[in-house]
């Protein structure tokens, strides 16, 4: 989950991530940090991350996106 | 039927009596009937269109949603402790299938609307090329597009790749689809709606209320008073000089082009809140397409701001589907790898928004001149992606606040004229017209000429003054609403007087100041031709 913190802290430096919680509900997170977000997680987890996965409920907390990262590692 | 003519209000009162006399349990069959009567009130040929939209992507969620089940129902029988290799295997085995229906769907469906709606701009221009070296050439057809075509087939294609992305299941119900494509007052200029946030809505019952009846009624006069009292008078002005522009100084077109925009918003967004406030009397809530674009701060945040459903149809079913594809995921490892630094890490992304805004521009129509349109929104946004880093070292060099009102001013400023500049190929003619028009207003300006003449351009000085005074009350409720007030729950905390006097100061504008054609029809809404 620390690299996933690194990740995030240097795409957003300007976010606290342990507070906020509706990261795309909130408009924090824009459609260009998602996608360079999306190709990090890929390249970090070795993991696809694909389009379908791209719901708000995925990615609007840290938490939300460590359990998508874990689903997409365990196969599903 | 157009959404400003009398027989559409009485088409709209006959709806609402019957919706809410039925019994609840049918009140989405009233709305079915009265959107395909609605729909048919525009001509019986285009009903086939319709048809096939519907039906294709209704069959196409019903294979999708049933392939999504049985891969889930797949993957449980394999059980939490099975390889992550084995479940892999299952996943990549359905998502293959589900990708050739997906594609099927699609196809057909973007196949008609690209066949009638380019089909003919595509025999044009190759048949100029054939022309350089044989005789043959593509027939030309005449093939009128029918009304609604693009909104809906954006609406209901959006839906199948939601049920492909197991967003959530498919509607098994036909009928109840039929009217999610087809609900009679988006299906002419939109909004593009979501299956998971309209649906729903149309299916559940809902009970006679006082006060939606209010806010509905209310939205509608804002919008009725948006289209016949501003767009429909600037129209004037705008046709007058667009059609002869040669007759007309580069300062006149220039004044022209600001009559343009304020009619193309007025026109737009004033059909918008009409059919948002008859959803509201039926008791649905239907999304926003404006967010008082003109506030707008750069020409992205303008977009974000102009027919916002359209903008997230891009973003959430092209955009996103680009940039995570494969070609563009190994085009971003390429361009990290070649360009270091800032520029590599964005340049796949800055492609993909070129290509969503020049999609954006051609959706318009197939011409050269939206075509133009696309590659100027696309350029200059792909330009600011691409630049972004440069400008904070700029602002912080010239000690430049960039949360300052006036650094804030400047930056509506500039996104008013690039806006400005692109309602020059949105309205002309052709792209040529548009490209003449622009040099005329850069070589030709000569303000004199407008001074002396802005009252022969086709409205009188009282026409003229209705357009600014009530220019300004938009303006003035857009102000407002930007700095967060709800004009509506304001009104509603003033006395009853003061609420009916408002009202009636609007009903009256309409009458009075509405501009009625043929026999009290007015004009019809320009996206519907989109």
């Known amino acids: 989950m620390e690299e996933l913190y690194k990740i995030l802290k240097e795409l957003r430096p300007d976010v606290n991530f342990d507070e906020k919680k509706a990261l795309i509900d909130d408009g924090i997170l824009d459609s260009f940090d998602i996608v360079a977000l999306v190709g990090e997680i890929g390249e970090t987890f070795d993991v696809q991350v694909g389009v379908e996965d791209l719901i708000p409920e995925n990615f609007n907390s840290v938490e939300a996106i460590w359990t998508l990262i874990n689903r997409l590692r365990d196969g599903e | ?530």
Not at chain 2, 151 to 163: A, E, P
Not at chain 2, 272 to 298: C, E, H, K, W
Not at chain 2, 394 to 413: G, R
């Open chain 2, 1 to 530: 039927m157009s959404l400003s003519s009398a027989s559409f209000i009485i088409f709209l009162v006959c709806t609402i009596s019957v919706y809410y006399l039925v019994p609840k349990k049918v009140q989405w069959v009233v709305l079915l009937i009265a959107s395909y009567v609605y729909y048919l009130s525009y001509g019986f040929k285009i009903l086939g269109f319709l048809l096939t939209t519907t039906v294709t992507t209704y069959a196409g969620g019903l294979l999708l949603g049933r392939l999504n089940d049985r891969k889930k129902l797949e993957l449980q029988k394999l059980g939490n402790d099975a390889a992550s290799g084995e479940k892999k295997v299952i996943s990549g085995i359905y998502t293959r299938k589900k990708k050739w229906i997906l594609a099927g769907i699609l196809l057909i469906n973007f196949g008609i609307l690209a066949a009638i709606k380019y089909y003919n701009f595509t025999a044009e221009n190759l048949n100029l090329l054939l022309g350089l070296f044989s005789d043959l050439s593509l027939p030309k057809m005449t093939w009128l597009l029918p009304v609604g075509l693009s909104f809906y087939i954006f609406q209901s294609t959006g839906y199948v790749i939601d049920v492909y992305r197991t967003k959530y299941s498919p509607e098994k119900n036909f009928f109840k689809f039929a009217l999610f494509v087809s609900f009679f007052p988006q299906i002419i200029q939109g909004p593009i709606s979501r299956f998971d946030q309209l649906a729903h809505q149309l299916y559940e019952a809902h009970s006679f209320s006082f006060d939606r009846l209010k806010y509905g009624i209310q939205l509608m006069l804002w919008g009725f008073f948006k289209k016949l009292v501003i767009a429909d008078r600037t129209a004037v002005i705008v046709n007058n000089v667009f059609n002869d522009f040669y007759k007309y100084s580069g300062s006149e077109i220039a004044f022209a082009v600001f009559m343009y925009c304020i009619q193309i918003y007025c026109d737009f967004s004033g059909g918008i809140d009409i059919i948002r406030g008859v959803a509201q009397i039926l008791g649905i809530d239907m999304i926003d397409n404006f967010q008082r674009p003109y506030f707008a701060t750069s020409l992205s945040d303008f977009w974000r701001r102009w027919h916002i459903s359209l903008g997230a149809w891009m973003r959430d079913y092209l955009f996103y589907s680009l940039s995570l594809s494969k070609p563009f995921g190994k085009l971003g490892k390429y361009a990290r790898k070649k360009f270091k630094g800032n520029l590599g890490k964005i340049l796949p992304v800055s492609l993909v928004t070129f290509i969503v805004f020049f999609t954006i521009g051609i959706w318009h129509g197939a011409s050269w001149k939206y075509i133009a349109f696309g590659i100027w929104n696309g350029g200059i946004i792909t330009f600011s992606v691409i630049n972004a880093p440069n400008y904070s070292k700029v602002l912080d060099k010239l000690h430049i606040n960039p949360e300052s009102l006036y650094w804030k001013l400047f930056q509506i400023a500039r996104t008013t004229v690039l806006v400005f500049i692109g309602r020059y190929f949105t309205r002309g003619d052709d792209l040529m017209s548009a490209l003449r028009m622009i040099k005329r207003t850069v070589l030709h300006f000569d303000i004199k000429s407008l001074f002396g003449n802005v009252f022969n351009l086709g409205l009188s000085s009282f026409d003229l003054l209705v357009v600014f005074v009530c220019g300004l009350v938009v303006l003035a409720a857009g102000l407002m609403e930007e700095k967060g007030t709800n004009i509506r729950h304001a009104l509603e905390k003033k006395n009853m007087f003061v609420q009916w006097s408002v009202l009636m100061a609007g009903l009256m504008a309409i009458v009075f100041l509405g501009i009625y054609r043929e026999g009290y029809i007015a004009s019809e809404f320009i996206y519907k031709q989109f």
